[in-house]
Nanobody, 116 residues
Framework: QVQVVESGGGLVQPGGSLRLSCALSGDIFSAYDMAWYRQAPGKQRDLIAIIRRGGTTDYADSVKGRFIISRDNGKNMVYLQMNSLKPEDTAVYYC??????????WGQGTEVTVSS
């Protein structure tokens, strides 16, 4: 059974940094494209960063230049380094694992609050 588990959320002041982690178990991690989504209160869930099996990355314009997604295939982990955080980054952050052919999994989410 595939499981996706996020960690690392919390309260941080504007301008601060936070690193989210996501662990995948139960399957071959390197077979998955891994992504981070976020959902602010009352808004839809949006894709903010993706790192594909081959290592290529893409970012939403709202986080480009501030957030960095990375993966460690040896540890079955994906990370989201978030810098220069703004109040509008406040949201629940979700990790997504997708290997195609209907094999897609979500974590339970981790809450990030940016506030002074």
């Amino acid at each position: 059974q595939v499981q996706v588990v996020e960690s690392g959320g919390g309260l941080v002041q504007p301008g601060g940094s936070l690193r989210l982690s996501c662990a995948l178990s139960g399957d071959i991690f390197s077979a998955y494209d891994m992504a981070w989504y976020r959902q602010a209160p009352g808004k839809q869930r949006d894709l903010i960063a993706i790192i594909r099996r081959g290592g290529t990355t893409d970012y939403a314009d709202s986080v480009k230049g501030r957030f960095i997604i990375s993966r460690d295939n040896g540890k079955n982990m994906v990370y989201l380094q978030m810098n220069s955080l703004k109040p509008e980054d406040t949201a629940v952050y979700y990790c997504n694992a997708d290997r195609g052919s209907y094999f897609e999994y979500w974590g339970q989410g981790t809450e990030v609050t940016v506030s002074s």
